[in-house]
């Protein structure tokens, strides 16, 4: 978190602490509880759909659990009190928060909108079958003695808020609370990182279930008694609207979407407006956010963002070329002809159908420590197909697949990125709302320091490491995504057209660095690639496909001059070489 907005968040909070019981009357003050109350909700809804990417329109039900624990633990005048409560309905959330989450793990978008939505409705229709604890008894919630009064309870609120706040501010620099934000983006990406997407999902789910139940059970103490209304699957449905329209995985638009979530009935009546109007204002804007796929305050953060990194282009400009090279690859068009070390990627027999089509048929390539490997071929050839087996993304596939000596067949694309291969898309879907660090952590799947992740960034000619991903341009962005298979330091990285939409210049420059990747780095690259003078510039050995089948295997300048080759690939143009 930084110090800065650390210091002033908490600043604030003592100050709303200090100057909302002393100024505001009863009514307000209990009209702020329900704002705070409501915040805190939203903060779930942060975790889930603003950071995860995943349209839960249950999280109410999750705040009933919380609501029902308090409840009942109070009717039992049980120990520990109402703040022990609180925590244990929290955790009551959580094993249903992963039960509603492990449809996610093979459905999203509507379609998992509409079943959390199922389990909405189910908790609305058990709750007004039910009462909630205490209901019969008139047993209300008996709050912390220090926090009994409203004015009290309030900086109660506060306090947990704050607590919320600070402990998903601390997850979300973990890996896995960063794994968030790609899993929103590209689920194919999150896995080429090594990260599990079912672990990262349901950790999404367990958690947003967590501190919604914490908001339920808030309320509880708020109200003392509770109703099914008061978590009513409508009441989910106008937060999920709230959350896609404001943002709440930022904490200035928590507390905005709970302000407008508790204030909004309120400020409507004094305008003498239809109270229909809030709901409808929301949904529009919801639409339009949706639409867009940008929160207001994600909109506004990456503005900011923008405008402080833009000086830094600017300085680049004037500076383009900073990293310092070898003086072996200072010539990037003479054709490395380091002799290989031993195998380190070895793929045998590899054969991959799709129906009729035949996409490999019995492929065999080696790529040897210390080396920087090409696969070229025409367009349909095999290339993705390949990387796509290799790195786990294609099941059903006949033939072998060893790193290091170890098998992988079998395994899921994210263990084979633990084990030590690490793939970048012809698409890039890189999230725009990151910093290049940021990006290049989750990729690393490690806190980079900020110099490592400089120096990567400046070697692969990418800008300083705070620049927003959403200032540049896609040729960087794809640039960004081979420094983040990089900053893994896999044993091997495959490479998927990294150079596509550079010039000719930048893409020379480029070989020459993919070049010096190997040594520097500890990293073997397997380089598919259309670019031949890239192709002849950085790679030491070459494997030619054609129609799934290798027509020619070996160093890069024997299959360059092999007629099978330049009949079925490079044609008359084919260059002579260096
Ligand atoms: N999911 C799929 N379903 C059916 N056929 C597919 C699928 N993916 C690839 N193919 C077919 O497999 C063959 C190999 O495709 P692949 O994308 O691997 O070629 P490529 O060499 O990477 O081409 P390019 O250079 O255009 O990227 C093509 O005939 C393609 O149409």
């Known amino acids: 978190m930084n110090p800065r907005a650390f210091a002033i968040g908490l600043g604030v909070a003592v100050a709303v602490c200090v100057a909302v019981p002393a100024v505001f009357s009863a009514h307000w003050v209990f009209l702020a509880i329900t704002a705070v109350v409501v915040s805190i909700i939203m903060q779930s809804y942060g975790v889930i759909v603003g950071r995860a990417g995943m349209m839960s329109l249950c999280q109410m039900s999750f705040a009933a659990i919380g609501a029902w624990v308090v409840l009942k633990l109070n009717l039992h005048d049980a120990p520990g009190g109402f703040l022990l409560w609180l925590v244990l309905g929290g955790l009551a959330a959580v094993p249903v928060g992963v039960l509603i989450g492990l449809p996610a793990l093979r459905i999203r978008g509507v379609n998992l909108a509409v079943v959390t ?22 047993k209300t919630v008996v709050r912390p003695e220090l926090f009994s009064g409203d004015r009290a309870y309030f900086v109660l609120t506060v306090i947990v808020f704050c607590l919320v706040a600070i402990g998903l501010s ?3 620099r973990t890996r896995l609370g960063m794994s968030w934000l790609e899993l929103k983006h590209s689920e194919r990406a999150a896995a080429a990182h090594g990260v599990s997407v079912a672990r990262s999902k349901l950790a999404a789910f367990a958690i947003s279930a967590f501190v919604a139940a914490i908001g339920g059970g ?109 003086p072996s690859s200072q010539k990037p ?87 030590g291969l690490r793939r970048t898309f012809q698409t890039t879907t890189i999230p725009a709302e990151l910093t290049q660090y940021e990006y290049l952590t989750i990729g690393a799947g490690r806190r980079l320091d900020l110099g490592e992740a400089g120096e990567l960034l400046d070697f692969f000619g990418c800008p ?40 000719g210049a930048e893409s020379l420059r480029f ?32 494997t030619v496909l054609d129609f799934g089948r290798v027509i020619a295997s070996g160093p890069t300048r024997d299959v360059m001059e092999d007629p099978a080759v330049v009949n079925a690939y490079l044609g008359i143009a084919a260059a002579p070489l260096a």
Not at 231 to 247: K, N, R, T
Not at 278 to 296: K, T
Not at 473 to 482: H, K, M, P, Q
Not at 530 to 541: I, K, W
Request: charged share 15%; net charge negative; glycine share 12%.
């Open 218 to 326: 808030l309320m509880a103490g708020q109200l003392g008694l509770v109703v099914a209304q008061n978590f009513s699957m409508g009441q989910s449905l106008a937060f999920f609207a709230v959350a896609i329209l404001i943002g709440p995985h930022h904490v200035d638009g928590a507390i905005m979407g709970g302000v407008f979530g508790a204030v909004m009935a309120t400020i409507l009546e004094r305008l003498s407006l239809p109270q229909d109007l809030g709901g409808m204002l929301f949904g529009v804007f919801a639409v339009l956010a949706l639409r867009s796929g940008v929160s207001q305050t994600d909109f506004v953060q990456a503005r900011r963002r923008e405008r402080a990194a833009r000086p830094l282009l600017e300085g680049r400009a004037e500076a383009p070329e900073t990293a310092p090279l070898s």
């Open 464 to 503: 300083p490491a705070q620049v927003p991903v959403s200032l540049l341009d896609a040729g960087t962005r794809r640039l960004l995504d081979v420094a983040a298979a990089v900053a893994a330091r896999p044993k091997v990285a495959l490479l998927d057209e990294p150079a596509a939409g550079q010039s």
């Open 170 to 172: 601390l997850f979300n």
């Open 511 to 542: 070989a020459a660095r993919l070049a010096e990747v190997p040594a520097r780095y500890g990293v073997a690259v397997l380089l598919v690639e259309h670019d031949m003078e890239l192709v002849t510039a950085a790679c030491s050995q070459l």
């Open 117 to 138: 939505f199922g389990f909405a409705v189910s908790t609305d229709i058990v709750l007004n079958a039910n009462q909630f604890p205490g209901t019969g008894e008139l």
């Open 333 to 419: 068009s003479k054709t490395p002809s380091e002799p290989p070390g031993r195998p380190l990627l070895q793929v045998s027999g590899l054969t991959v159908r799709f129906g009729e089509v035949t996409a490999l048929d019995e492929v065999t390539l080696t790529v040897p420590e210390g080396a920087v490997a090409g696969l070229i071929g025409p367009n349909g050839a095999g290339k993705s197909t390949f990387i796509a087996a290799v790195t786990g993304f294609l099941g059903g596939y006949r033939g072998s697949i060893v790193l290091a000596g170890q098998p992988l067949d079998g395994l899921r694309p994210d263990v084979r990125a633990g084990r």
